[in-house]
């Protein structure tokens, strides 16, 4: 069965900032087609649950109190690549606009809801990685 990394808010996992989830129905769908593995990048950077939210602002990843929390961003993402190197993933279903799982857009760093082009820190170390990562919209991309 084929391995894919999963943020693990997305299947219910209360990892988010303020200790909720997100679950995702169409991934818990697929879950008896493949064998997936939760992950959360900021919990495997050290990072508290709950916790204030972040977003990335020049390359720098700052809280909303303005902590700057960049190296355990990338802490996390390190150990999330570790994990995905272990169990062979050539997939990783991520939550889309964090600032850790986002890939494609992510928040502009003010904090104002506003969008840019760009990926989250491990979205991006993976993807630099050779793993596909998919945002939880294109879920279908992964059952072609
Ligand atoms: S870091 Fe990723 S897995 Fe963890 S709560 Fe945020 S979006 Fe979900």
Redesign the pocket.
């Known amino acids: 069965m084929r391995r894919v990394l999963v943020?693990?808010?997305?299947l219910g996992i209360n990892?988010?900032?303020d200790g909720s989830e997100?679950v995702d129905e169409n991934i818990l769908e697929v879950k008896d087609s493949y064998c997936l593995i939760p992950?959360?990048?900021?919990?495997l950077g050290g990072l508290e649950t709950p916790r204030p939210p972040c977003e990335i602002s020049e390359g720098k990843v700052i809280n909303k109190d303005g902590r700057d929390v960049t190296l355990e961003f990338k802490k996390?993402a390190e150990e999330t690549l570790k994990i995905a190197k272990m169990f062979s993933c050539e997939y990783a279903i991520?939550?889309e606009r964090?600032p850790?799982?986002g890939c494609g857009k992510i928040y502009d760093g003010t904090f104002s809801g506003k969008l840019i082009e760009g990926n989250g820190i491990?979205a991006d170390l993976l993807i630099k990685n050779g793993i596909k990562v998919i945002g939880e919209s294109r879920i279908t991309d992964l059952k072609k």
């Open positions: 943020s693990s808010c997305l990892s988010r900032y997100q992950v959360c990048p900021e919990q996390g991520l939550k964090s850790s799982c491990t």
